[in-house]
């Protein structure tokens, strides 16, 4: 039951990150920014079920395609169109949404939903197509911690931090939440036959001990579970973009990257052009890489390179990153 993601868009390029979360039962598909051109990197049915649309920032090279995928989805109602991003977010996305005609569209009843994310609180609107987009549906406001969770789901959660791009930008975490897997094989060879017991002893783990009947013959959870049941663990992916954190990384990000099995990390300068990275409040190879470091994460996947370079330099984001972090990939390779 993996998380993957794949960059979107072309080396040297606008990126964006699609992510499917597969939960052995069903597919959830995140979208993190719509840079220009990205979306040709899916097929309109993958565009038109997005579930999640999670903006880093709005800078044009983050969000330039975001006109293809209203066009797609303007008339979707279930599930609604479900938009995150920082600070500004109600603002940008219902702008554009407002900067469209749509009296031929009235009859639609397209529904979004658009929620902000700010330190201590997390605001969303409902808009709707059949005014145009113009009237807030409906408002709501809650108290949220950063880093901290945005989306909770049964097989996954979404979590966001707030990193420094001389404006807030958006951080973003897919965990899958951990699930118990049963040794098929090992009851068989006690004389265990499935049956709705197995899923009994599953709600044990979460409900307490409690006896389990099994062809006439009664067990106890506890000891089956030792015998029968693991814990694995959810796998966790993280997306950083557009962002510097000054000599160290700071421990907060370390702790929200900590335990990923995939970060994807921008770097968008070159090691030699560092002071451009910092003037710019983005990253260097190596700065992505002792961040990686400090968070011990598995792999670090390297994408958003800056448009000043090319092909003959493609190379070096890997060689300067890999100096102080092993397990590290230029993204723009994986197509798979
Ligand atoms: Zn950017
Ligand atoms: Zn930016």
Known sequence: MPVRGRVLGRIFKDNALYIKADSGTGISTILIDCGENVLRGLTVSEIRSV?????????????????????????????????????????YVSNRLNSFEWNLSAAENGNWEITEISPGNI????????????????????????????????????????LDHKIPVCGYSVTENDHIRFDNEAALANGLTAGPWITK?????????CPIMINGKEYDSVELAVKYLSI??????????????????????????SGSDFLFCESQYLDEDRHLAEENYHLTPSMAARLAAAGKVKKLKLFHFSRRYNL???????????EHFQQVENALDDKS
């Open 312 to 322: 003959k330099t493609a190379d070096l984001f890997v060689a300067q990153a890999s």
């Open 123 to 162: 605001r969303r609107v409902h808009l709707s197509c059949s005014d145009g987009f113009s009237m807030i549906q409906h408002e709501e406001e809650r108290s949220s911690d950063l880093p901290g969770v945005i989306v909770s789901q049964p097989h996954f959660t979404i979590e966001a931090a707030l």
């Open 232 to 257: 694995e663990k959810g796998e966790k992916l993280t997306c950083l973009t557009d962002f510097n954190y000054g000599p160290e990384p700071p421990e907060v990000l370390v702790n929200f990257i």
């Open 51 to 91: 579930d999640y649309l999670l903006f880093t920032h709005f800078h044009f090279d983050h969000v330039c395609g975001f006109d293809s995928f209203i066009r797609h989805n303007f008339n979707r109602t279930e599930p609604p169109v479900r938009i995150f991003g920082p600070p500004g977010t109600i603002k």
């Open 201 to 209: 002893l599953k709600e044990a783990h979460f409900k307490g001990q």
